[in-house]
Nanobody
Framework: QVQLVESGGGLVQAGGSRNLSCAAS?????????MAWFRQAPGKEREFVAVISWRGGSPYYTDSVKGRFTISRDNAKNTVYLQMNSLKTEDTAVYFCAAGPIVLTFTSGYKYWGQGTQVTVSS
């Protein structure tokens, strides 16, 4: 069983930065899982943002965040991060981290989810 807890959300002005963290319990499972970030804006479906393999390689991003967001992980700390720079108002959403056996970009590929953290970007 893997439990995920996100933190780092909040209110930020457009153009600013935010660093999200997702701490996982259950180390053995964490280091064997790909980790991903998804987001869900009001009235919209949850969408893929970024994913990283269990070794920390092969980061992959949705087009709208490429060059602005960076996903990373520290397996010694059981934590995955999402550094968000040059934030835009359209990045406003609840951000969720997820753990799954392989690198995938759709929600059904992930068994474990955090509760989410709100990021609001003001203009």
């Amino acid at each position: 069983q893997v439990q995920l807890v996100e933190s780092g959300g909040g209110l930020v002005q457009a153009g600013g930065s935010r660093n999200l963290s997702c701490a996982a319990s259950g180390r053995t499972l964490f280091i064997n899982h790909a980790m991903a970030w998804f987001r869900q804006a009001p009235g919209k479906e949850r969408e893929f943002v970024a994913v990283i393999s269990w070794r920390g390689g092969s980061p992959y991003y949705t087009d709208s965040v490429k060059g602005r967001f960076t996903i990373s992980r520290d397996n010694a700390k059981n934590t995955v991060y999402l550094q968000m720079n040059s934030l835009k108002t359209e990045d406003t959403a609840v951000y969720f981290c997820a753990a799954g056996p392989i690198v995938l970009t759709f929600t059904s590929g992930y068994k474990y989810w955090g509760q989410g953290t709100q990021v609001t970007v003001s203009s």
